[in-house]
Nanobody, 122 residues
Framework: QVQLLESGGGSVQAGDSLRLSCAASGRTFSDYGMGWFRQAPGNEREFVAGVTRSGAITYYADAVRGRFTISRDGAKTTTYLQMNSLKPEDTATYYC???????????????WGQGTQVTVSS
């Protein structure tokens, strides 16, 4: 009963920044843990960042720690991924996901958006 819609992707140069948004809607008042994942052609879908229901605790993949920041708005209906110092290796389709908690395993999440493309050129 949750629909997720990502936005904010685009094509940028190495060193630039992007801010992705994930808008959640549905007929539930429950809060969910949220995760951001990414998948490049030929690669598996990998965990990028996660945030708990309260928004107080965050998790990051080693590859993005220190560069990316995940956060939630006050209503906890929108989840953001601020991406700074982007590298060509960050090029991928980025997906947001909602689950009953936070996990680095994509199979944990029940709801997924359709993804937004991020392309970083060198």
């Amino acid at each position: 009963q949750v629909q997720l819609l990502e936005s904010g992707g685009g094509s940028v140069q190495a060193g630039d920044s992007l801010r992705l948004s994930c808008a959640a809607s549905g007929r539930t008042f429950s809060d969910y843990g949220m995760g951001w994942f990414r998948q490049a052609p030929g690669n598996e879908r990998e965990f990028v960042a996660g945030v708990t229901r309260s928004g107080a605790i965050t998790y990051y993949a080693d590859a993005v720690r220190g560069r990316f920041t995940i956060s939630r708005d006050g209503a906890k209906t929108t989840t953001y991924l601020q991406m700074n110092s982007l590298k060509p290796e960050d090029t991928a389709t980025y997906y947001c996901a909602a689950g009953n908690g936070v996990s680095g395993n994509a199979n944990f999440y029940a709801y997924w958006g359709q993804g937004t493309q991020v392309t970083v050129s060198s």
